[in-house]
């Protein structure tokens, strides 16, 4: 039969369920007979129950009804974002093989005017302008780019988290 | 002869701005009123991390909320709490992203004049109060320009 | 107790249901968000004592989890995973709110605030205040506030959500014998408090 310091660093383990089936019986069978180790097991169980007890009202008073709703809405900015993405992606491969198809047709034009005066005019393709570069930066969901901003007493703020950007005028607030 | 091959080769097609008069441009303004403590509105549950940590205040509270379909290069006013108004004017829309200048007034004061880009469906959001520490309320504006 | 057991014959397992939810099926997300809610929002009450804050851990915890789907490995279970997510959210909580320093206060003053206790903040940021009886609560609320962050998780994961000491060492990443000795300070702390009133 186990002693008291054979159980005395067994009993949190014992409590937890964490020990194998015959020391979790040895441990059982001193407890039983020991005040003092039955006291220490009511101990750590006490603190178990005031800790589910507690538990439990705080939960009982959440409402987690709009934790779906928010969720799926965070998922389509999510999905959204990396559609974005995608077609960023996209689009810039696309100028890239504008751009190396150009720089392929500049060189070959070049070979052909060394070999020869073979190169004939011809109307000028489109009348767009170059393509303005686009930035495809890592935006944050909510970012926010100010070109001008004018006011008094005012200031920026930005959560780095969602990116989102406000301007904060500092004024009192009049009562409505 | 051969500037006029590299005008050839280098022209490439304009990028295609979405033509805004093709695209709807839904605009919502929400009027919130932030205060240190009180109960918060649970249409708000999903900004409030985010306010909390911008405003301090802990507590917020839609006072007024509107949403309208706006025109292009017009003008758009949205009332505000306190004799306030929101004006607004969309300029453009290129790859998702709202151009539009934005002037918050109170009676004949401009507060604020600004011009921004703004991510279609993104919210910006304004501010007017002193600090959370004093204690005082303030209001938060949110601006959310959707095009569809 | 086998958490992977399922409680109704026909529901399907956590894999199959993440498996699913990559392939884009969004209700198989839905029904692991609806299993592990209660279990994850307990644990963020227990963490920061404010309902409100726990909520909004829970949603950032199931949304973190959306986006990071595709890096679960599926060498712990799905729930320690969605623990650890929920665990971190918390401790970064907590960090972020000591270091808050509204926009143009003096440092000095940053860290004198105070909010007027009223009995219904009391019921909506102080849960455990109910529990049993009002001074247990109140003096197991005192004794929980004191833990670090780190005790804290592990007592909570351990009697509130009922994780082994292995499952616990998955969601803390950290030994086996680590989670031990919290759950012993934090135990012997929680005891010394409780110690007269039962």
């Known amino acids: 039969m186990m002693s008291c310091t054979d159980v005395a660093g067994l009993l949190e383990p014992f409590v937890d369920s964490e020990l194998t089936p015959a020391t979790l019986l040895d441990v059982a069978r001193h407890a039983g007979h020991c005040r003092s180790c039955e006291a220490q097991v009511a101990d750590l169980l006490g603190v178990r129950e005031a800790l589910v007890t507690g538990s439990e009202r705080a939960v009982a008073g959440l409402d987690l009804s709009g934790v779906w709703p928010h969720v799926a809405r965070e998922m389509d900015r999510v999905d959204a974002q990396a559609a974005w993405r995608a077609r960023s992606e996209g689009r810039r491969v696309s100028r890239r093989l504008v751009v190396w198809g150009s720089v392929a047709a500049i060189a070959a034009g070049a070979m052909l005017m060394m070999r020869g005066p073979f190169l004939t005019t011809g109307p000028v393709a489109g009348d767009g302008a170059p393509a303005a570069p686009t930035r495809v930066a890592k935006r944050l969901p909510n970012s926010v780019y100010i070109d001008r901003l004018a006011g008094k007493d005012i200031a920026l703020r930005r959560e780095p988290k969602s990116g989102t950007t406000m301007i904060w005028v500092h004024h009192e607030v009049q009562n409505r | ?148 | 107790m086998s958490r992977q057991t399922d409680q109704h014959a026909v529901s399907p397992g956590d894999g199959e249901l993440v498996l699913r939810a990559r392939q884009g099926d969004r209700q198989a997300f839905r029904e692991l968000v609806e299993r592990y809610q209660r279990k994850v929002a307990a644990l963020a009450v227990g963490m920061l004592r404010n309902r409100e804050d726990a909520l909004d851990v829970v949603q950032d915890t199931f949304t973190k989890a959306y986006q990071s789907l595709d890096r679960f490995k599926g060498d712990s279970s799905f729930y320690t995973w969605v623990y650890r997510i929920a665990v971190n959210l918390c401790i970064d909580h907590q960090r972020r709110e000591a270091r808050y320093v509204p926009l143009g206060v003096d440092a000095d003053e940053a860290n004198d605030e105070t909010v007027p206790v009223t009995s219904d903040d009391l019921e909506r940021n102080e849960p455990f205040e109910h529990a049993r009886s009002q001074e247990i609560g109140a003096r197991l609320a005192n004794a929980i506030e004191e833990l670090t962050p780190d005790h804290r998780a592990v007592i909570l994961l351990r009697e509130v959500d009922g994780l082994s000491y292995e499952e616990i060492s998955q969601v803390l990443e950290c030994p086996k014998g680590t989670v031990m000795s919290r759950l012993h300070y934090a135990r012997r702390q929680l005891q010394a408090r409780l110690r007269g009133l039962r």
């Open chain 2, 1 to 148: 002869m051969l500037t006029t091959a590299l005008v050839a080769v280098l022209a490439a097609p304009a990028i295609a701005q979405a033509a805004p008069s093709d695209t709807t441009l839904r605009i919502e303004v929400t009027a919130v009123r932030a205060a240190d403590s009180g109960p918060s509105d649970p249409s708000l549950v999903a900004l409030r991390p985010r306010l909390r940590r911008l405003v301090g205040y802990r507590a917020f509270q839609v006072v007024n909320q509107e949403a309208r379909d706006c025109d292009w290069r017009s003008e758009a006013h949205f009332s505000l709490p306190g004799g306030r108004r929101l004006q607004l004017l969309p300029k453009s829309l290129d790859d998702d992203v709202v151009r539009m200048q934005v002037r918050l007034l109170e009676g004949r004061h401009r507060l604020v004049d600004t011009n921004i880009r703004v991510m279609s469906g993104a919210t910006m959001m304004f501010g007017v109060g002193r600090d959370a520490r004093v204690g005082d309320e303030a209001l938060i504006i949110l601006l959310k320009p959707e095009a569809k």
